[in-house]
């Protein structure tokens, strides 16, 4: 359905059950995906000292690789890691962290994704001052004139998206707003409309 869709990237949400108190699945899952999927993919890691892991997901397949900025102690060797073993960087922000720490990165990433709800679970509301979020990260985008995308991530649906892009995003993530649909397929179609 998802190679058929109108969707960009197939975005994978990595949980180790410490950084977030979820788990949700790993390497051979991810293997399985990259030989099904036309899609590239974006490989969302929500794990502590993501460093280790940099070579396995390349081998995995992983497109774009993104590391959260409270797990990363050294965040520019990370992505320059990153980008050596021929992957996109990118660099996620929870909820409570302020996009002004972005400043002495923005010119090194190649996406920063903007986490609009607690990660670690599906299905929860989207938090409202991601917006201002986002608009504040675009004009440090545009002062800087890095070429950082924006990717927001969390409670995004048909009700959201129009704000969301209004805002500054460049990419959204939808899991609920597509997988609990009765039509998923339709749903991206209609979120892709914006
Ligand atoms: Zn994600």
């Not at 293997?31 to 892991?53: A, T």
């Not at 989207?126 to 995308?149: D, G, Q, V, W």
């Not at 969301?164 to 209609?190: L, T």
């Amino acid at each position: 359905m998802l190679n058929r869709s109108q969707a960009d990237w197939i975005h994978l949400d990595i949980m180790d059950g410490v950084f977030v108190p979820n788990i949700s699945f790993g390497m051979p899952v991810i293997k399985r995906v990259r030989q099904l999927s036309e899609k590239p993919l974006d490989v969302h890691l929500m794990i502590v000292q993501p460093e280790r892991y940099i070579h396995t997901f390349r081998e995995m397949g992983a497109d774009l690789l993104t590391v959260h900025w409270e797990a990363s102690t050294h965040l520019h060797r990370t992505i320059s890691q990153i980008k050596e073993e021929d992957m996109l960087a990118g660099v996620a922000l929870n909820p409570h962290t302020p996009v002004a720490g972005l400043e002495d990165i923005i010119n090194d990433v190649n996406l920063v994704l903007i986490m609009s709800v607690n990660p670690g679970f599906g299905g929860q509301k989207f938090i409202e001052r991601s917006l201002h979020k986002i608009s504040e990260l675009r004009e440090m985008i545009k002062r800087n004139k890095s070429e950082a995308l924006i990717e927001v991530d969390g409670g995004v649906c048909r009700d959201n998206i129009a704000a969301i892009v209004k805002a500054g995003a460049d990419a959204v993530v939808a899991g609920n707003a597509v997988f609990k649909s009765e039509d998923p397929e339709a749903a991206i179609q209609s979120l892709k409309q914006v």
